[in-house]
C-alpha cells in the first residue's frame, strides 16, 4: 500500500511539472541574426500590460528591453508573425512596424495597454537580455510570474516582489523612480472581430 501511494506521488508529481512547461520554440540562427534590430537612443526596459477595460483585469505582461539589441520578451503570449523570429518567448527584431502591430494586438476590442519605462545603464540591458533568453518557455497564465522573477533578480529592480496577477507587476512596477507611462487604446468592437483585422493587416505587410 505504502509503495503504491509512493507510486501515485510521483506520478502526480510528474503530471504537475509537466503542466509547468511551456511550448518550446528555436528559430535557426540565420533567421535570429538577419532579424536582429538595434534600437536607437539610450537602453531602456518597458513593462508592457494588456488590460481588459470591461472587467479592469489585467490580462498579459510583457517585457521590452532596448539594449545592444530590441528583445521582446512575451512569456506565454499568442502574438506570431512570420517576420518575426521567437526564441522560447523571446522575440526578435521587434523594428517599430513589428512593436506597433504587437501593440495593436494587445491591446484590440475590450483591451488597452499600459507601457512604464525606465532608463537603465547597458549593463543592466545585458543582463535581462540573457535572463529572458536563458529563461525558457514559459508555460500559461505565468507571465507575470516569470517577469517578475526575472525583475526581482535584476540591479535597480529588487524590490519587485513575484506575483501572476499583471496587474500587481504593473502597480510595482510604477513605484520605481524614473518611470514614463503611456496608454494605448485600440480598436472598438468585439475583441474577435478585431484581432481578425490586425491579423489581416499584418498578412497584407
Known amino acids: ?14 503530471l504537475t511539472l509537466a503542466a509547468c ?3 518550446e520554440v528555436w ?10 534590430y538595434v534600437p536607437p537612443g539610450a537602453p531602456t526596459v518597458t513593462l508592457i ?11 498579459h505582461s510583457a517585457l521590452l528591453i532596448d539594449g545592444a539589441q530590441r528583445l521582446l520578451f512575451d512569456p506565454a503570449g499568442n502574438w506570431h508573425n512570420p517576420g518575426v523570429p521567437e526564441r ?6 521587434m523594428s517599430q512596424p513589428y512593436l506597433d502591430m504587437y501593440m495593436a494586438f494587445q491591446s484590440n476590442g475590450a483591451f488597452e495597454v499600459r507601457t512604464q519605462t525606465i532608463d537603465i545603464t547597458p549593463a543592466v540591458a545585458q543582463q535581462l537580455s540573457q535572463a529572458v533568453q536563458s529563461y525558457g518557455a514559459v508555460p500559461p497564465a505565468y507571465c507575470s510570474r516569470s ?16 506575483t501572476f496577477f499583471p496587474l500587481n507587476t ?7 523612480p524614473g518611470v514614463r507611462e503611456a496608454t494605448i487604446i ?20
Do not use: Y
Not at 27 to 36: L, S
Not at 49 to 59: D, E, L, Y
Not at 187 to 196: C, F, L, P, R, W
Open 170 to 176: 504593473m502597480e510595482q512596477f510604477a513605484q520605481l
Open 1 to 14: 500500500m505504502i509503495r503504491l501511494l509512493r507510486t501515485l506521488a510521483v506520478g502526480v508529481m510528474v
Open 49 to 59: 500590460t494588456s488590460i481588459n477595460t470591461t472587467s479592469n483585469a489585467g490580462a
Open 88 to 93: 522560447n518567448d523571446v522575440l526578435f527584431g
Open 27 to 36: 528559430a535557426p540562427d540565420d533567421a535570429v541574426a538577419r532579424a536582429t
Open 21 to 23: 512547461v511551456g511550448d
Open 147 to 162: 517577469i517578475t522573477e526575472i525583475l526581482g533578480a535584476t540591479p535597480g529592480f529588487t524590490s519587485i516582489q513575484q
Open 186 to 205: 485600440g480598436t472598438t468592437g468585439d475583441e474577435e472581430d478585431a484581432s481578425d483585422a490586425v491579423l489581416a493587416a499584418q498578412l497584407a505587410n
